[in-house]
Nanobody, 121 residues
Framework: QVQLMESGGGLVQPGESITLSCAAS????????LGWYRQAPTNQRELVAS?????????AKSVEDRFVVSISKEWQKSKVYLRMRDLKAEDTATYYC?????????????WGQGTQVTVSA
């Protein structure tokens, strides 16, 4: 099993920065990617940024010039970070960590509980 622990959300003012982190632990040897998705009220959940086990990132167009995703890997724990700068009101959402792994039966995913980011003056 894989467990995800998210942290770092909060209330920030427009233009400020914040960093989210997500620790993946357990049976993570089949890690394919870790990523961040977000969902605002009345919107669908959307990709923000993800990074694969080789460290290759993938960004949504709306954030690629403001957000940076990174990964740190240890034997039984991997962490994905999302450094968000120049935050805007439209970045307000619940941010979810997503783990994608490969098991003997195929690919699977695990979602975190979500952490709220609110950008408001």
């Amino acid at each position: 099993q894989v467990q995800l622990m998210e942290s770092g959300g909060g209330l920030v003012q427009p233009g400020e920065s914040i960093t989210l982190s997500c620790a993946a632990s357990g049976d993570i040897h089949g890690l394919r990617s870790l990523g961040w998705y977000r969902q605002a009220p009345t919107n669908q959940r959307e990709l923000v940024a993800s990074i694969d086990g080789e460290g290759i990132p993938n960004y949504a167009k709306s954030v690629e010039d403001r957000f940076v995703v990174s990964i740190s890997k240890e034997w039984q724990k991997s962490k994905v970070y999302l450094r968000m700068r120049d935050l805007k009101a439209e970045d307000t959402a619940t941010y979810y960590c997503r783990y994608v792994g490969l098991a003997t039966y195929g690919e699977f995913e695990v979602w975190g509980q979500g952490t709220q980011v609110t950008v408001s003056a």
